[in-house]
């Protein structure tokens, strides 16, 4: 190669334009407006142009469509009447101004966010938030008890023929004062006598007394498991066995069993069943045959949350307090021609709510 050729060359490549090296923030700024023109040209199609599909979210709600028809169903036949703020009088305590609202003690507490240590402590002159008061109306009929709580028919009449026995028919009561099987006395259905309450009630007042008793267990349930929507999740047979309890024992019986309140709040419904098995008596601090029947009751009405397929745990659970309320039956009848009587009796109840499901004794 030539000098001149090498030199020409070296012109040459001294010609060329030199690229300098762009910046960060350049080449940054390049790629954004190169990004937005995509997506400009993306939005100007034709068949982009038509909004996105969105998919629907149903509408979660605390309670169902049944619920609200029963709720709509229970204003008929009962009176609910806001209450004002109480301010506390010399002398007041919680159960007196509780009293004169017709509410619970324990609503009152639960509503002035109080336990048993503060509401010994309020003063005169405080303020108290006082909760609705439920009262019942239009009762003429159990079926018209059983609309005012939103409990069905079955479980209505369940109660009344356990505490009236085979003695009366499903349309008499007790209208009187008698001693029941605990040696309590009793007025209608189920209803403690107090002294200075009327020692006759009419059948129309004795199913108004009636819906007023299941109202108050409701009442104290609703507390108990910390507030109405709480206690509105529970399953319906589920709360009408709870209803049954407490009407029955009060809400001790629930506080008082091992675990029970627990599986009620955290949904362990198998478990709950399986522990409503207390059979003692309050008046005597004795298990009764009568109260393991009771309890039967309570599980099988439960128990039908799971339309006949019945998990084999609560089944075994309902054996064994059977078992147990014929070993006290035995005891409580030592006499073996009123043993065989009643244990006819206690079979026959047993059997209407079980059927094949427990195993009877016969003899």
Known sequence: MTEMNITLQQNNVRQQPVQEEKSFWTRAKEYAMSLFSEIADFFSGEDDAKPAKTTEIPLIRDISDEQIMQQNTRSKYIIVTKNPNYKIQKGDNISKIAAKFGVQPAAVMAVNGLDEKSAVKIRAGQSLKIPPTRTPKNINTLKDVAKSMGVSNEFILGIKRIEDGKELKDTQFHNTPYNDKGKTKTIGIGHVWKKGEPEYLNNKQVLEQFAKDLIKAEDHLRVLMGGEKNYDKLPASLKEALLDMTFNKGTDIIKNTEGLLWCLKNGKYEAAICKMTNNVSAATKQPMSGLS????????????????????????????????????????????????????????DVKSFWGSKVKLITK
């Open 293 to 348: 029947k009771r309890r039967l009751f309570d599980m099988a009405t439960a128990s039908k949350m799971y339309n006949g397929n019945i998990p084999k745990s609560i089944t075994n659970t309902a054996q064994r307090v059977y078992n147990d309320g014929i070993r006290l039956l035995r005891l409580e009848y030592p006499d073996k021609t009123e043993f065989a009587a009643q244990l006819a009796d206690y079979n026959r």
